[in-house]
């Protein structure tokens, strides 16, 4: 007897459990006789990592993208969600961001699982604008999302969008951990805040005894998605 080994080693990339058969023979027999042995994976799914692009501007860069990954390829087909909405981060020059329809900050979602070659990814099951699937094939370890930047020539101050990946599939080999991961990306304004461009009494003289109110119309030099705060100061020198 003799004894026929190979040896094994132990990564960190999530795998297949793996099954080797050996099969060995005589010159004189007809039929070989076999032997199988099965090596089980020792390590644990991965779970989608998402992660933003840096601050992008808007009349400036065309789009907002995030980067999915898994630290080892999926063993099957993905079912794999994205969540994204609009968010108020803090401060009086923040503001959601809106997804979706004519007037929105962003344009469609876009998915690319060829590191940005091509952007064809199918969306399923589309909830709204910012709520779909997607299937990425076996072997996949990276995701591109992006959505195109629409400029105006409103004043929206920074807007932020968040998105939320979430796994579906019980046999791509990732895993669908309780706490997913999220990622905001950042959209800053090429407007600036508005300013008052005119200010112009509607009347220059009224008669005391016609209990006229007096007026004035203002003009700011651009529209503002948010509330504008105006400091007035009314003087009577007499």
Do not use: C
């Amino acid at each position: 007897a003799f004894d026929v080994r190979f040896d094994t080693f132990d990564d960190t990339q999530n795998e297949h459990n793996e099954t080797f058969t050996i099969s060995a023979q005589t010159t004189h027999q007809q039929s070989a006789v076999t032997g199988t042995v099965t090596i089980n994976d020792n390590d644990s799914d991965p779970a989608w990592q998402l992660t933003a692009s840096a601050p992008v501007t808007e009349g400036q860069d065309a789009y907002l993208q995030w980067e999915a990954t898994l630290s080892s390829p999926s063993l099957g087909e993905s079912w794999t969600q994205i969540n994204a909405i609009g968010i108020i981060a803090g401060g009086p020059d923040r503001e959601e961001a809106t997804l979706g329809g004519e007037t929105s900050d962003i344009g469609e979602f876009e998915i690319s699982v060829d590191g940005g070659m091509t952007w064809n990814v199918q969306k399923e099951n589309v909830q709204n604008e910012g709520n779909f699937f997607f299937r990425a094939p076996s072997g996949t370890s990276s995701v591109l999302i992006r959505a195109a930047l629409r400029d105006d020539d409103v004043y929206e101050g920074t807007e932020v969008v968040m998105l939320n990946i979430i796994e579906h599939s019980n046999d791509a080999g990732i895993a669908r951990p309780l706490f997913t991961s999220m990622a905001t990306g950042t959209i800053y304004d090429d407007e600036s805040a508005p300013t008052v461009d005119s200010l112009t009494a509607d009347s220059t003289t009224v008669a005391e005894e016609d209990n006229t109110n007096l007026s004035w119309t203002l003009s700011l030099n651009n529209a503002s998605a948010t509330a504008t705060t105006l400091l007035l100061d009314i003087s009577n020198p007499g």
